[in-house]
């Protein structure tokens, strides 16, 4: 079985990142090629898909929408029988491109980020071709796969139908539980928020409730990711000058071994304004970490299990962050091994086996 993943760049973004896992997932079973397709080559996750085995092909254009005609000749020589594609534009590239073979039925779209806030800053005329691509291209894919309900929810009522809509979770590393920080009341409490610093992840709502924290306790709060946008990261770090909490917040950077920082928490905190899922929610459940987070759209409320698992507060509320942290400092509401056993649900293996369903049946209606 020959299988594409078309994605306009292999970098370090969430849907890559699931790329990646499905591949080494899929690679496992016997007959299974895989071939990564991108519009161009620009970082370090070409080198571990190279090293993983697996092909990369640079369809060497500048925007999206020119992979078309390129993308569809490379299909015709090269005769997929499953195309996985992510994100809106590519998605519609890639129908497009399929279409022109013939083989749009061989087409598996899907959507990792809550579109309609996703779209909240594009122009009015992006916007516009953005729906129209989900409203009348994807319904030429044989399947459009959804990383939660709630964006399921979305998609299907811009498609006016569920029919080709299916929700999978994202597959999600899990890390050992060996060596798990011990808890010790007098200590400075540490809190670990995981994620870009970029305007979806609202860190100036964290770092306000870390504030209030410290008027009567002591928290400490280490944010784990890179700068995406300078201007965002402009304005949290005027929030904690403001607020005088310099030496309460740290910006510890991206790095490749985020568990050693989830290890060394106490607790971990998502402040988002809106996911497309929530990765990091569970990667921290994993190690049976403690878990407060906003309940935004969407993914945080369906890990959870709307507040069995963890602690969900509403968007842009401080306080009420800063009362859910508090509360779960004192009062944890679940077992670390309940949160370690939950994580299971969104394991590599497992959520390669439901894509390798969705797969199967392609391949078969195209047999």
């Not at 990765?279 to 906003?294: F, H, K, R």
């Not at 842009?316 to 859910?324: K, T, V």
Request: hydrophobic letters at 40%; aromatic letters at 8%.
């Amino acid at each position: 079985m020959k299988i594409f993943f078309r994605i306009s760049k292999l970098g370090f973004g969430g849907a890559e990142q699931v790329f990646l896992s499905l591949a080494r997932e899929f690679s496992k079973r016997d007959g299974v090629s895989i071939c990564f397709v991108v519009d161009h080559v620009n970082s370090e996750n070409v080198k571990t898909a190279i090293d993983d085995g697996h092909r990369v092909h640079n369809l060497n254009v500048s925007r999206t929408m020119k992979s078309i005609v390129p993308f569809a000749k490379f299909i015709k020589q090269e005769q997929p029988d499953v195309i996985i594609s992510a994100y809106t534009d590519t998605n519609a590239a890639a129908i497009l491109s399929a279409s022109l073979c013939g083989m749009s039925s061989r087409v598996i779209v899907s959507e990792h980020a809550s579109l309609f806030e996703h779209w909240q800053n594009k122009s009015r005329l992006k916007k516009l071709i953005l729906k129209s691509y989900v409203s009348y291209l994807y319904r030429l894919s044989t399947s459009v796969i959804c990383v939660s309900k709630g964006l399921s929810g979305q998609v299907a009522q811009l498609m006016g139908s569920t029919r080709r809509v299916k929700t999978i979770y994202n597959p999600v590393r899990s890390f050992a539980v060996n060596a798990i920080k011990e808890q010790h009341a007098n200590m400075t409490k540490q809190l670990v928020a995981v994620g870009r610093v970029a305007e979806p992840k609202d860190y100036s709502t964290l770092i306000r409730a870390v504030a209030k924290l410290n008027e009567t306790g002591d928290y400490h709060l280490t944010i784990v990711g890179g700068i995406f946008s300078q201007s965002e990261f402009a304005k949290v770090t005027a929030v904690i000058e403001q607020l005088n909490i310099q030496d309460k917040v740290t910006f510890a950077g991206y790095t490749d071994k985020v568990e050693d920082y989830y290890r060394e928490a106490d607790m971990f905190v998502m402040s988002s304004a809106w996911e497309g899922f929530g990765n990091v929610i569970v990667e921290a459940m994993s190690l049976g970490l403690p878990v407060v987070s906003t309940d935004c759209n969407y993914g945080p409320a369906e890990i959870l299990e709307n507040g069995k698992y963890g602690r969900l507060v509403s968007v842009g509320d401080s306080d009420s962050l800063a009362g859910a942290i508090l509360q779960e400092t004192h009062s944890p509401l679940v077992p670390k091994e309940s949160l370690i056993t939950r994580s299971k649900d969104f394991s590599e293996a497992e959520i390669a086996s439901q894509y390798l369903v969705v797969i199967d049946e392609v391949v078969s209606a195209n047999a």
